[in-house]
């Protein structure tokens, strides 16, 4: 079994690499299918959010799953390839940890990615890409997760992007109750969001999306109205704040646009966030004036902010993590010898079925029960001592004397 982990994140890319290489829900499973089947790849899931995609596979050449991932998106492998990272055996284990964990996250101790690498492994479940080394990885992954958060603080304090992005707002507006807020999308990200701006109170809140019944679900908590994401240009020009985060391939907000949209304004400033991988509102906005756009990465600034409260945590929990991979990797080379003791039982079963099978002819025949057992038991005795004895005779040297010593240590020989 080889495990490797492939991957590029906020640590190793920008944003506009990242997004050329992220994965939609709606095709994950066909991904996963299609990497498997037509690679030296026996395993894979896939891990694909705002700040990472990551390929987890049992895989004997991670090169070709590197080429796979360059070919799917039609990106040109010398362009990711200065960001991608290649994690063998024990790294990777460790990462599946950190990661599971939040600390390789943008907000360090969050627990989204918790839920969307559990999303990402029952999407390999449905695709039929996980077996018994993945199974096992994750299994242990969200346990060390668990482990990590009740014996450490590492949430402790944790500044989420939907929080970030409410201190944002509150620097361009004096309050944000008198704003309008408009969210596009209806996934998790944006009800996180959504949740953290309608605890300010704002003026009114719009939701937008594709399928207008889940806007309608999600405004009626939050207590606005819902629109389909055909309504957006009519009402665009009376939102102050919008944040989005789609699954679009293709942005749906675009500089002409909000060009436009800005002329309606007077002027007035509008504060943009992007949160979505890959973007949906076109990067050339944020160079209109009046418009303040931030995106997944600018909000790291913020975030940061409150990291030195959970570096102790962070710590201790690298600790933990240490520990576990160790006797994860002590699974894994336990697993490396199963054929071996397959072939070692297959191989004595096949001498005993021999034998038994003789024996019980001479009982046919007539034989004296306690000679046919001795002769068995004999037979038995010789053949499963062959190959150690022809070995040890037939060894010289060091070699001989390393045998020797082995065949002592198996057998529980202890010379006179």
């Given at each position: 079994m080889q495990l490797f982990t492939l991957g590029i994140?906020?640590?190793?890319?920008?944003?506009?690499?990242?997004?050329?290489?992220?994965?939609?829900?709606?095709?994950?499973?066909?991904?996963?299918?299609?990497?498997?089947?037509?690679?030296?790849?026996?395993?894979?899931?896939?891990?694909?959010?705002?700040?990472?995609?990551?390929?987890?596979?049992?895989?004997?050449?991670?090169?070709?799953?590197?080429?796979?991932?360059a070919d799917y998106h039609h990106v040109q492998k010398q362009v990711i390839e200065p960001h991608l990272y290649t994690l063998p055996q024990n790294e990777a284990v460790k990462h599946a940890f950190r990661v599971a964990s939040g600390l390789d996250s943008m907000v360090l101790?969050?627990?989204?990615?918790?839920?969307?690498?559990?999303?990402?492994?029952?999407?390999?479940?449905?695709?039929g890409t996980l077996g018994t080394l993945l199974h096992k990885l994750f299994q242990r992954t969200f346990s060390v997760a668990k482990e990590v958060r009740t014996q450490?603080?590492?949430?402790?304090?944790?500044?989420?992007?939907?929080?970030a992005s409410v201190r944002l707002a509150e620097r361009i507006f004096s309050s944000i109750s008198e704003q309008n807020v408009l969210f596009i999308g209806a996934g998790e990200m944006i009800e996180?969001?959504?949740?953290?701006?309608?605890?300010?109170?704002?003026?009114?809140?719009?939701?937008?999306?594709?399928?207008?019944?889940?806007?309608?679900?999600?405004a009626l908590r939050l207590g606005g109205?819902?629109?389909?994401?055909?309504e957006l240009p009519d009402y665009l020009a009376a939102q102050d704040i919008i944040i989005t985060s789609t699954a679009s391939p293709l942005p749906i907000l675009g500089k002409g646009l909000i060009e436009r949209v800005i002329k309606q304004r007077k002027h007035r400033p509008m504060f943009m966030v992007d949160l979505a991988?890959?973007?949906?509102?076109?990067?050339?906005?944020?160079?209109?004036?009046?418009?303040f756009l931030y995106t997944v990465d600018d909000l790291a600034q913020v975030i940061e902010a409150g990291i030195g409260n959970r570096q102790l945590a962070?710590?201790?929990?690298?600790?933990?993590?240490?520990?576990?991979?160790?006797?994860?990797?002590?699974?894994?080379?336990?697993?490396?010898?199963?054929?071996?003791?397959r072939g070692l039982r297959d191989h004595a079963e096949r001498l005993r079925r021999h034998e038994l099978a003789r024996a019980e002819r001479l009982l046919v025949k007539g034989g004296d029960p306690r000679e046919v057992i001795d002769q068995m038991s004999r037979a038995l005795s010789n053949k499963f001592l062959h190959h150690p004895s022809h070995a040890l005779s037939h060894a010289t040297g060091?070699?001989?004397?390393?045998?020797?010593?082995?065949?002592?240590?198996?057998?529980?020989?202890?010379?006179?």
């Open positions: 994140n906020h640590q190793t890319a920008p944003l506009s690499v990242r997004e050329q290489v992220a994965f939609h829900a709606e095709t994950l499973e066909q991904a996963l299918q299609d990497l498997v089947g037509h690679r030296s790849v026996k395993e894979a899931a896939i891990l694909s959010t705002c700040n990472r995609t990551e390929i987890y596979c049992n895989t004997e050449n991670p090169k070709q799953t590197v080429e796979w991932l101790g969050e627990t989204q990615i918790l839920g969307q690498m559990k999303q990402a492994v029952t999407t390999a479940e449905h695709a450490t603080e590492i949430g402790a304090n944790s500044v989420s992007m939907a929080a996180l969001c959504a949740n953290h701006f309608a605890a300010q109170h704002p003026k009114h809140i719009t939701v937008a999306n594709r399928t207008v019944e889940r806007a309608q679900a999600l109205s819902a629109i389909s994401l055909n991988v890959p973007r949906d509102i076109e990067a050339e906005v944020g160079e209109l004036d009046d418009v962070a710590e201790e929990a690298e600790a933990i993590i240490e520990i576990q991979v160790g006797d994860f990797m002590h699974w894994m080379d336990t697993r490396s010898i199963v054929p071996t003791i060091e070699d001989r004397a390393q045998l020797e010593a082995l065949l002592r240590r198996l057998y529980n020989i202890h010379p006179e």
